[in-house]
């Protein structure tokens, strides 16, 4: 018997957990704490410590398979390479479009934007992140010069008051719940506003259940208060931000007063009286959101908000302070990073910018030039344009990602798919996308492969392999690459190593610049940016000076706006989505894990008590959830834990997809959809 252990880094929440597989006989078969990670310290939350069922789970994807008659056959590589390449071959640049994913490394990513751009030469290249986090893009870049999260995750536990809004921190990024934790237990005080009393809500010294789509008055109403009492920052104001005047005109006028923010968003005037004193007043304050904050047609705005509030009060390059944007997906900060969106190539570096064009181009050298020098669809206008403007986009490739299931009004989403005359999807598994494709590519999971993701806190890490693919299955970025040589541009793709890609990467990006494998290849790795080989990383942004050209922080004056559906007769209840500590996204790696899938193997709605009372609903009783796009059928959880008025569906379930019934409405900047806040009904089934 061969056995032994490989570090790697987790593949599911972006908190970046590392752990060691357990490989017998050349299979992995369990983890194991690694101890020396500065991160979770040996710690993992229940998906990491089963992180290893589905790796080999039978349902695994091990031969390409191409559609014929309606129905898949087994193909051999050549055979898919054939047809992807003549069938893209013959479409236009701007009538293709790419997903790429935050499950991949940072190296797949990037390859698959040099795919979009180069070979293809089409400007439609998005990921997830329009999903989850596009808002904090658009707005911490607004608000800073970088769109990605302040502070490191081990100074949260020396903040001397932690704000959580819009983050269930506990179930869906436990290892930083830990730091909350000890910020308590180091004296410091926890405040918590969110819909539900979830497990985060629970370690509150203050906690308030609000109205989903109130953030901005909120976040307004406490701004007021701390300048009324005179706790503002007065130094870092004057000194490091511009706007100052503007956002005072708005945040103390009469409609964000503590008496009218709670007829907005149900918190006590008290509550938000009290909470507005223990930010200012603190030594550091650490600001912590996530989704709850991004998912609304208002998303930029809020992010906004939040970066207000903590430039207010001097927590700004300062340890124990920040803007804590927990990303969602292990590395959707990455995928961010290498240029995976419509507007940026790696690094943040516009693709308008004529003189970066050129240097991508140059360093890529494709005979016949890149895509024009323009921003491509998200890939919420592309599902937008496939529907309602058949034709212009014909043919799509995505890479690891599941939008028949993430995407908001599946019945739209599904629709969409429907237009396109040819989709190439590349997974693990046959996911509910992958089963609308013409041609499914066998690709491999975080165990089989080497290479790096980028963690919330901007720290990358390390990928090691620790066992083969199964079957005919390759790795992501040697798919890529044959994809390429197959449209005849293998000399731009020659790789033989993750750790060529990589260089390639750091030559390309400044924040990257810095960092190579043997550089990366150690417990602690290294944050961006990483200007040269010799820096030690940046963990906290913007101490003495934001990234803006002139160093200041941009404060905004924004009014709040309620969400674009509001309850009314016929649909009364507010619905909002999120995670459960169990399941991660989609689904299509934790319902495969045996020990996950068995502690929650369906979904359910959340209702509280009052509501339920007036409905004659029942727990555990199955009922029909309907809004304006769809209804699916689901178990009730009649609880005192959710507020009255709104109700709550997590989203990993096909059977029961909360996303049959959200709005695809879009913030007007970042083209995020509002999974945060629709308007819903719920019946009792009478013919059950």
């Known amino acids: 018997m061969d056995l032994k252990y490989v570090q790697t880094t987790c593949p599911y929440c972006g908190t970046g957990c590392s752990f060691n597989l357990v490989v017998k006989d050349g299979k992995v078969v369990g983890t194991q704490p690694y101890k020396r990670s500065p991160v979770n310290e040996g710690k993992v939350c229940p998906k990491g410590t089963y992180a290893h069922e589905f790796v080999n789970s039978p349902d695994r994807l091990t031969k390409p398979l191409i559609k014929k008659d309606g129905k898949f056959v087994e193909a051999t590589w050549d055979e898919a390479y054939d047809l992807i390449a003549q069938k893209f071959k013959s479409y236009k640049p701007d009538e293709i479009a790419c997903l790429s994913s935050a499950r991949v490394s940072n190296e797949e990513n990037y390859l698959l934007m040099k795919l979009a751009r180069g070979v293809f030469k089409t400007r439609h290249v998005d990921h ?33 008051c932690v704000f959580v809004i819009g983050s269930n921190t506990f179930e869906q990024h436990p290892l930083i719940g830990r730091k909350i934790v000890q910020a308590k237990l180091n004296g410091g005080k926890v405040i918590v506003f969110d819909p539900r009393y979830t497990p985060t809500a629970k370690q509150a010294d203050l906690y308030a259940s609000f109205y989903s789509g109130t953030d901005v008055a ?12 005179g706790w503002e920052d007065k130094e870092w104001v004057s000194k490091r931000a511009k706007g100052y005047e503007e956002l005072k005109a708005v945040v103390l006028s009469d409609a964000y007063l503590p008496e009218n923010v709670e007829k907005i968003s149900g918190i006590s005037a008290a509550d938000l009286k009290t909470a507005a004193e223990w930010i200012g007043t603190a030594e550091s304050s650490a600001l912590l959101y996530s989704m709850g904050i991004t998912q609304h047609t208002v998303g930029v705005d809020n992010v906004k908000s939040t970066a207000n509030l903590q430039m207010l009060t001097g927590n700004i390059g300062r340890r124990g302070g920040g803007v804590n944007a927990l990303r969602g997906q292990n590395n959707v900060q990455g995928a961010c990073d290498m240029g995976a969106l419509p507007v940026v190539f790696t ?26 020098p323009k921003n491509g669809y998200e890939v919420t206008v592309m599902f937008n344009v496939l529907a309602d403007n058949p034709g212009e986009l014909k043919a799509m490739y995505i890479m690891g990602e599941n939008p028949m299931l993430s995407d908001p009004d599946l019945t739209h989403a599904e629709h969409a798919l429907e237009q396109l005359e040819f989709l190439v999807v590349q997974d693990i598994f046959l996911t509910e996308t992958a089963q609308h494709a013409d041609v499914v590519l066998p690709a491999t999971c975080y165990a089989e492969k080497e290479g790096t993701q980028t963690s919330t806190e901007r720290r990358v890490q390390m990928w090691r392999k620790a066992q083969d693919p199964p079957g005919e299955a390759k790795v992501d970025w040697q798919i890529i690459s044959e994809v390429a040589a197959a449209m005849g541009y293998a000399d731009q793709f020659p790789y033989q190593s993750a750790e060529e890609i990589f260089a390639e990467i750091a030559a390309l990006t400044p924040s990257y610049h810095g960092m190579n494998y043997e550089r990366l290849n150690k417990p602690e790795a290294l944050h961006w940016p990483c200007p040269t080989e010799d820096h030690p990383g940046t963990p906290i942004l913007h101490i003495g000076k934001c990234s803006h050209p002139d160093g200041m922080g941009v404060m905004h004056p924004i009014e709040w706006k309620p969400p ?5 007769a016929e649909y009364p209840y507010i619905l909002t989505t999120g995670r459960c500590i169990w399941h991660w996204h989609t ?18 709605i959340e209702i509280n008590t009052e509501d339920a009372k007036a409905l004659g609903i029942q727990d555990k009783e199955m009922v029909r959830a309907a809004s304006r796009r769809g209804e699916v059928t689901v178990e009730a959880k009649v609880t005192d834990e959710i507020k009255k ?20 409405a879009l913030d007007p900047i970042a083209k995020i959809p509002e999974f945060k806040a629709c308007s819903v009904k719920v019946e009792k089934i009478t013919e059950a």
């Open 587 to 604: 689904g299509s790696m934790t319902r495969r894990s045996e020990t996950l899938d068995t502690e929650v193997p369906t979904g359910w």
């Open 564 to 568: 674009a559906e509001v309850p009314d």
């Open 645 to 664: 008025g709104v109700m709550f569906m997590p989203f990993h379930f096909a059977e029961c997809a909360a996303n049959r019934l959200t709005n695809n």
């Open 128 to 160: 997830c992140a329009r999903l989850c986090h596009a808002s904090t893009v658009a707005g911490l870049a607004a608000s800073f010069g970088s769109g990605a999260m302040t502070n490191s995750i081990l100074d949260i536990a020396e903040s001397k």
């Open 347 to 372: 690094g943040y570096q516009k693709v308008i910018d004529e003189a970066v064009h050129k240097k991508f181009a140059d360093a890529w050298g494709f005979p016949d030039g890149i895509c024009e």
């Open 218 to 229: 909120i976040l307004n109403c406490l701004m007021g208060e701390i300048i009324r009492n």
